[in-house]
């Protein structure tokens, strides 16, 4: 179109739409992720539908404006935010489905088999329509135990699992390796994600390559949330402060699947975001250091890696797919990602779903 990149929308697999938008009702600033968790933890006991179908409107709005055509949200699902959250998010899946399929992730932010009653929230969940299932093994006290509980559950409700995982600098333990141990008992391979996994920021290539090869050989999925990964880890450094960013682009070299994704906007765990899939995949591109060769493969993952990761098989632009599809601002993706050019014209199911006018200089 008039020399533009036309591309499959972008993928979104992993945001939390139920706690976004918090920045005006909060006094936190600076903490770390434990200071975050609490602080929404506070706030979410409440929520209202009416409130949590509001705050992921507006996200959900700007992300369709950044040609995001598939997301996943995480949902919280627990005694304090009961199912409020979880019937919110369902409302906002029906009433965008013109602009972006979505898909609901419900999980134990705060934990599992220390958090009487959210076992059975999830389990309602799911019987209501819940599509897949997560976890957040680091804030529970028997890890392992919630990681077999949630491959349980999603046997019996035949779902995909994400779990929150590794989310510090300390690569002296991992429960990926669990997660992979687990997937391969269930036989889960291609149905599991795993998402910060910031302790692979901190090891050696020679390891970060044996990790690969596991998590490949147990078909179990990365997502990069650089932002948020960024922002909360290393802040017990006043210098030489760690970056926290999983070299996602070097673990595809290795046969992963991998996606990039937005995680947090305007909340404690992060206090930026226009929800542009585009600016997420330059700003990862600047922190790893890609070189120019590498920037096609950076917007691979906000494009065709996310859509493998969430098993869209009818993702891509080819006769008998939805026609799901954005105009770059550049005569290539990779000029676009290098240039951060915004997306002009989206489509969902061949239908426009936005525009943006070119701007217009006005010379003297």
């Known amino acids: 179109m008039g020399g533009r990149a036309v591309i499959a929308g972008f993928v979104d697999t992993h945001i939390h ?85 979505l898909s609901l992730c419900v999980f134990p932010q705060e934990g599992l088999t220390n958090d009487p009653g959210t076992e059975e929230l999830l389990e309602a969940a799911l ?47 991992m429960h990926l390796t669990e997660i992979c141990r687990q997937t391969e008992a269930h036989g889960w391979q291609g149905r599991v994600a795993i998402g910060h996994v910031t302790k692979l920021s901190m090891v050696a290539l020679a390891q970060l390559a044996e990790i690969g090869r596991r998590l490949a050989d147990a078909g179990v999925a990365l997502t990069v949330l650089p932002a948020t990964d960024l922002y909360l880890m290393g802040r017990d450094r006043d210098h030489a402060v760690p970056r926290g960013l999983t070299p996602a682009h070097r673990l595809v070299e290795m046969g992963v699947t991998c996606s990039v994704a937005t995680n947090n906007v305007l909340n404690p765990f992060t206090p930026f975001g226009d929800c542009s899939l585009l600016r997420m995949a330059n700003f990862y591109a600047n922190v790893a250091q890609a070189a120019p060769a590498d920037f096609q493969r950076c917007l691979d993952l906000v494009t065709t890696l996310p859509a493998r990761l969430i098993n869209a098989r009818d993702y891509g632009i080819a006769v008998g797919n939805p026609a799901d599809l954005v105009v770059l601002g550049a005569a290539t993706g990779a000029d676009a990602l290098a240039e951060l050019a915004e997306p002009v014209m989206g489509f969902k199911a061949g239908r426009p779903s936005f525009s943006r006018p070119d701007v217009q200089l006005l010379k003297p």
């Open 127 to 173: 019987h209501d329509g819940a599509d897949l299932l997560g976890g957040c093994p680091y804030t529970d006290g028997d890890p392992n135990r919630q990681i077999e509980i949630l491959f349980n559950l999603a046997r019996q409700f035949d779902v995909d699992l994400d779990f929150h995982l590794d989310f510090d600098l300390d690569p002296s333990w």
């Open 17 to 101: 739409l139920d706690k976004a938008c918090l920045l005006g009702r909060c006094g936190h600033v600076q903490g770390g992720l434990k200071e975050a968790i609490a602080a929404v933890g506070a706030m979410k006991r409440d929520f209202s539908v009416e409130d949590v179908y509001a705050r992921g409107a507006r996200v959900i709005e700007k992300a369709i404006g950044k040609g995001t055509t598939r997301m996943r949200t995480h949902v919280e699902v627990d005694p304090r935010a009961g199912l409020r959250s979880f019937e919110a998010v369902k409302a906002l899946k029906r009433d965008y489905a013109w602009g972006l399929d």
